[in-house]
């Protein structure tokens, strides 16, 4: 974590245990996590963004569940700020919130405000995105990560026959937010599809932006998932690395918000969905995205039904307040630095225009109006 953002954190940690300390004598709380055991479902819930549909989503459908089962709740979104989702997190522990339900902006700079809601017995579930670097995170429900980066690197590799290709077919990747712990998950489980490829010289990469190894992953990286940074960056690469009639065959977007700020820089240089027009990836069916399938703009995208995730996290938060053990289905594949985080992950799909229907329409996931069908 940079210097800045550890000062940042402590100092919004001091004030912050100020004044939890004159609350605490109220709540008169016992120790670490067991508060919820048997009692309380207060849950403080921390979004990162409403700019990005999924989150919304997220965010509504758990509330929903939770406030039927007569828990509390207290839903925040941080607009992908990170002292705004600090603040926001200390305000649900000074109001109460025993249980915190969190999807990181910034999985590296929340250990301090979470070491401070643990002095108030909070259980900590962390949500999509792992929380670096902090003891203080009990557990962690998400989809397969890595999994949702191999369908796509599949995917490529089948719609184009790569193993029986010579090449060379020119690709452009893109990665997702340096500060989201889930996107060099994304980018490794496509770039350990994909790299021996390029490696052979069947995809070649015009722009240069390959990276060597997935470490290397973020020099790549958009930041905030901003679909008008993507759109930015691939008009430079159009504009300096296709010239003379040069197209771009595929282009590996890790998610949907990005997928269409590429397409719009594609359509503004003349590319129309056809014979000519890339393969393009995404992730989360954002229903402009869906849309963007049906009509030839996008070649797929990876579904992540995030009813089935809110559903995940409020089973374990009636196991936590019920004192039971909570469900868990990998205790190895996510370290934070500072443990490795019981976890629950989910199976993330392919979805491409023959699946819409079935997959997203008749699921409920999507309406059918809201793709103009
Ligand atoms: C990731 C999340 C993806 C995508 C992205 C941008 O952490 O897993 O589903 O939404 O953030 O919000």
């Known amino acids: 974590m940079s210097k800045t953002k550890k000062i940042l954190a402590l100092a919004a940690a001091g004030v912050f245990a100020l004044s939890l300390a004159s609350c605490a004598s109220d709540s008169g709380s016992t120790g670490g996590g067991e508060a919820a055991a048997g009692g309380d479902c207060n849950v403080g819930v921390s979004m990162p963004t409403r700019s990005l549909e999924r989150w919304i989503n997220d965010g509504e459908q758990l509330k929903s569940l939770l406030e039927e089962a007569g828990c509390t709740v207290d839903l925040q979104y941080a607009d992908n700020k990170t002292d705004q989702q600090i603040s926001q997190i200390q305000n649900q522990v000074a109001g109460g919130s025993n249980i915190l339900v969190v999807a990181a902006v910034d999985g590296q ?42 369908l796509q690197g599949e995917f490529i590799e089948t719609q184009l026959d790569l193993a029986n290709a010579t090449g060379p077919i020119s690709i452009e990747p893109f990665a997702g937010s340096p500060d989201d712990n889930n996107a060099k998950f994304f980018f490794s489980g496509a770039w350990d599809v994909l790299l021996p490829y390029v490696e052979s010289g069947v995809l070649v990469v015009p722009s240069g932006q390959s990276p060597a190894s997935n ?140 699946d819409v229907q079935t997959k997203l329409i008749d699921s409920g996931f999507i309406k059918a109006a809201d793709v103009g069908l």
């Open 109 to 150: 700079v929340l250990a301090p405000v979470l070491a401070e809601a643990k002095k108030q017995d909070a259980t900590v579930i962390a949500y999509d995105r792992l929380i670096n670097g902090t003891p203080d995170v009990d557990y962690y429900a998400t989809f397969d990560n890595y999994k949702v980066g191999q």
């Open 215 to 354: 470490d290397d992953w973020a020099s790549i990286g958009i930041q905030g998932w901003a679909s008008d940074k993507a759109q930015s960056e691939m008009d430079n690469r159009l504009s300096s690395f296709y010239t003379g009639g040069d197209k771009v065959d595929v282009v590996l977007s890790p998610n949907d918000s990005l997928a269409i700020g590429i397409e719009a820089s594609l359509k503004s240089a003349g590319y129309a969905p056809g014979a000519d027009y890339p393969l393009i990836t995404g992730q989360d069916a954002d229903k402009a995205n869906v849309k963007a399938i049906l009509d030839g703009e996008q070649s797929m995208t990876v579904w992540k039904d995030t009813r089935t995730l809110g559903k995940q996290v409020f089973d374990m938060i009636q196991e936590i307040v019920a004192g039971d053990e909570v469900t868990v289905n990998d205790t190895k594949t996510y370290d934070n630095g500072e443990k490795v985080v019981p976890s629950f992950l989910l199976d993330p799909e392919v979805v491409v225009k023959d």
